[in-house]
């Protein structure tokens, strides 16, 4: 089966910059290619289009392909739940970000590990913003203070912002409100005009946008 990646990107780029522009004309809107059910061929040829941020969900997957590709320019982001045992592992890997700190005992476990190897990540705190049981990230009213405490407690975490995934429900609205919550979340964080709110994938991303998000995290709407 061929890939018409080229298309794909465009698709989404024309969707993004529909949406964007209803927002503000100032909004920048930067995609994540999610490439967690993909190769490093696949990866390869949708990096030949000009995509240049890709998203693996598992800490082996990540560190098998961005060694098999390491000679590309690709900026790696880490976007699954991390468990604990796997954190030396991350590090290791050293991806661009990783978009999913869920608790202050992970931040303390890899800022001790980031300080024994003399660096610093740029991480993302994952709201769970629609409180779901089966969903990882911390519960929307504790967010604001657990963001507060790892930007005192952690030195070596970078915290850049907001990382969300929209409600599990066939109803728009309530989709629409866990997006609303993690915006306003973020609009209260100390903000140097530079931070990030992930949040939108392929199902969701044009509404994830309107609430206010500035990157988007796209498997299947562009691996297909």
């Known amino acids: 089966m061929t890939h018409n990646y080229q298309h794909n990107l465009d698709e989404v780029i024309e969707k993004i910059e529909f949406t964007r522009l209803q927002v503000s004309g100032h909004l ?12 490093s061929d696949d990866i390869t040829a949708l990096l030949a289009t000009g995509q240049r941020a890709f998203g693996e969900n598992k800490v082996q997957d990540l560190i098998t392909k961005s060694e098999i590709l390491e000679e590309l320019p690709i900026e790696w982001h880490f976007i699954g739940h991390l468990q604990k045992n796997k954190v030396n592992n991350l590090i290791d890997a050293n991806p661009s970000l990783m978009q999913s700190l869920d608790s202050v005992e992970l931040a303390l476990a890899l800022d001790k590990r980031l300080a024994s190897k003399g660096y610093g990540m740029d991480m993302l705190l994952q709201v769970n913003s629609a409180n779901e049981e089966q969903k990882s990230g911390v519960n929307s009213e504790a967010a604001f203070d657990i963001y507060q405490e790892i930007a005192e407690r952690c030195p070596n975490i970078n915290l850049k912002g907001l990382m969300s995934i929209g409600a599990h429900s066939d109803d728009k609205a309530i989709i629409k409100q866990s997006f609303e919550d993690t915006r306003a979340i973020f609009d209260k964080l100390p903000n140097d005009g530079n931070l990030i709110c992930s949040m939108g ?6 509404m994830a946008i309107l609430c206010g998000s500035n990157m988007v995290r796209i498997g299947s709407g562009l691996f297909r």
Do not use: L
Not at 201 to 206: P, T
């Open 28 to 39: 920048i809107v930067k995609i994540v290619a999610v490439s967690k059910y993909n190769t």
């Open 201 to 206: 994938m392929s199902s969701d991303y044009e």
